[in-house]
């Protein structure tokens, strides 16, 4: 977000977005009639993240955006966007040039979450997925801020994540290996023993049906890996890693490595405690305990994750809050059963997270700075995966 802050402060100026010859101008005045009604409680958004001139420097350029986008849907609507127009609109905005997109789509992005999160958004769920989706694309940046530690402080923080004693506990039961399946996953009859070696006490009944949960309840009966979700976190995640190698019908331990995850200091052992990282969050987030209601949850809960690792962490209260029957606008009614299911949805995959030190709940959500550059990546690569 930084990069896009510099670019924002161009809108006073003249937005780049903008090409007077493309007639848009005549719509200026009524996108701005449009956004008067929660243009007050936009500044407040942009301003969790932004300094105030860059807030109302932002707020410029999507009058801008908009005023474009209005024009070429020869519509204004300024709760909800449409995927087609926007498609020609970043077209002619990479023609410009990359960076200009990028920045654009930076100031679309947090606007169509804060449509979203503020319960104004009057398009289906549908139009969001599909609208969030290209801007996603065409972003191209994270909002995480990687900072620089020093190898002592990163070896101590390492130390102290739960997520690191897991994945140690869970490569000491495979030993010097297990028969797994063909794809590499475990085989049925081990899964009551990997669930141990991780604290885990469940036991196998073919017949149930019950819902995954994280930490299930001592004496829970599973089925499958499905109704495991730790177990299968953590498992794909050392294969991810090379922690594993499959050999023939056997996982086995990759020695140097396996003793890199194993050492408290150095580079090899901070390395690969990054890569097993970025495997547990991207492999939550795409297959975490509640998946029903598709890709809505992985989006919101990889949007919470962007801005936990940023400078401007959200709030937990207003990140986990749902609107009350009757507080959204009537054009808006329709979106709060999603909101019921979605927003706790969300929240439980955090608290999932929060178990394993991969982000910290309190007064504000945060993930913890050594873990800043393993997330970003796994956000990367979580969007690739959905819009694939």
Not at 31 to 59: C, K, W
Not at 76 to 97: C, M, P, T, W, Y
Request: proline share 5%.
């Amino acid at each position: 977000m930084s990069k896009a802050k510099s670019a924002k402060n161009k809108a006073h100026a003249g937005h780049p977005a903008r090409n007077p010859s493309a007639g848009a101008s005549k719509f200026e005045d009524q996108v701005r009639g449009a956004m008067l009604p929660y243009v007050a409680a936009l500044r407040a958004y942009f301003n969790q993240q932004h300094s105030p001139a860059d807030t109302e420097a932002g707020i410029e350029g999507l009058v801008t955006l908009l005023t474009v986008h209005a024009r070429l849907r020869e519509k204004v609507a300024v709760s909800e966007l449409n995927h087609d127009a926007l498609a020609i609109q970043f077209k002619d905005l990479r023609s410009i040039g990359d960076e200009v997109a990028v920045t654009c789509a930076s100031m679309l992005r947090e606007f169509v979450l804060f449509l979203a999160e503020s319960g104004r958004w009057s398009g289906s769920v549908e139009e969001f997925q599909a609208v969030f989706d290209l801007i996603t694309a065409q972003g191209g940046q994270s909002p995480v801020q990687v900072p620089e530690l020093d190898d002592a402080s990163a070896d101590e923080r390492w130390a102290k994540l739960p997520m690191v004693h897991t994945a140690r506990a869970l490569l000491e039961w495979v030993g010097e290996g297990r028969e797994v399946q063909p794809t590499g996953g475990l085989l049925e009859a081990d899964l009551v023993a990997a669930a141990a070696a991780i604290g885990l006490e469940v036991k196998l009944d073919a017949t149930t049906t019950k819902a995954a949960v994280w930490n299930p309840e001592a004496g829970t009966a599973v089925a499958s890996i499905e109704q495991l979700p730790k177990v299968g976190a953590y498992w794909d995640a050392l294969l991810r890693a090379g922690l594993l190698t499959k050999q023939l019908e056997k996982a086995v331990p990759t020695p140097a490595v396996a003793e890199a995850l194993n050492a408290d200091s150095g580079f090899s052992a901070r390395g690969v405690k990054d890569l097993l990282a970025e495997g547990i969050y991207a492999h939550m987030l795409l297959n975490g305990v509640e998946t029903k209601h598709g890709n809505m949850v992985t989006q919101m809960s990889a949007a919470l994750l962007g801005k936990a690792g940023s400078a401007h962490p959200p709030r937990t209260e207003a990140a986990f809050s749902v609107p009350a029957p009757g507080e959204l606008a009537p054009e808006q009614e329709h979106l709060q059963p999603l909101f019921e299911k979605t927003v706790p949805a969300a929240q439980t995959l955090l608290r999932a997270m929060e178990a394993e030190g991969l982000v910290r709940i309190g007064k504000h959500i945060r993930v913890p700075r050594v873990l800043r550059a393993s997330l970003e990546r796994a956000l990367t690569r979580v969007a690739e995966q959905l819009l694939a």
